[in-house]
């Protein structure tokens, strides 16, 4: 089993940063696959990205390639999400996920989410 809590989410504006974590605590040696997905009120929840713990490989939607960097601090058994360049178009609630793969159909073990608001 696994829990997930997200944090970091806040109000920024266009053009700035913001850095979100999601810290494990279980079986994070199994579920290793830690991916950030955003869902906006009427809209389907979009995956944006996928990291690997055990190796650092990250994947990257389209939409946040090039913007956002995830990487894994694995002493702490955290995952984090940078996010640069933040557009209005990025405000969401942000949600990590995890499970074995990041090609796994679905994700098992989700957090609570974190609200991201881009606005002047």
């Known amino acids: 089993q696994l829990q997930l809590v997200e944090s970091g989410g806040g109000l920024v504006q266009p053009g700035g940063s913001l850095r979100l974590s999601c810290a494990a605590a279980?079986?994070?040696?199994?579920?290793?696959?830690i991916a950030w997905f955003r869902r906006v009120p009427g809209k389907e929840r979009e995956g944006i990205s996928c990291?690997?713990?055990?190796?650092?490989?990250?994947h990257y939607s389209d939409s946040v390639k090039g913007r956002f960097t995830a990487s894994s601090d694995n002493t702490n058994n955290t995952v984090y999400l940078q996010m640069n360049n933040l557009n209005p178009e990025d405000t969401a609630v942000y949600y990590c996920?995890?499970?074995?793969?990041?090609?796994?159909?679905?994700?098992?073990?989700w957090g609570q989410g974190t609200q991201v608001t881009v606005s002047s």
């Open positions: 996920a995890a499970d074995r793969e990041c090609s796994s159909p679905y994700f098992g073990f």
């Open positions: 279980g079986s994070t040696s199994v579920y290793n696959a």
């Open positions: 990291i690997k713990t055990s190796d650092g490989v990250a």
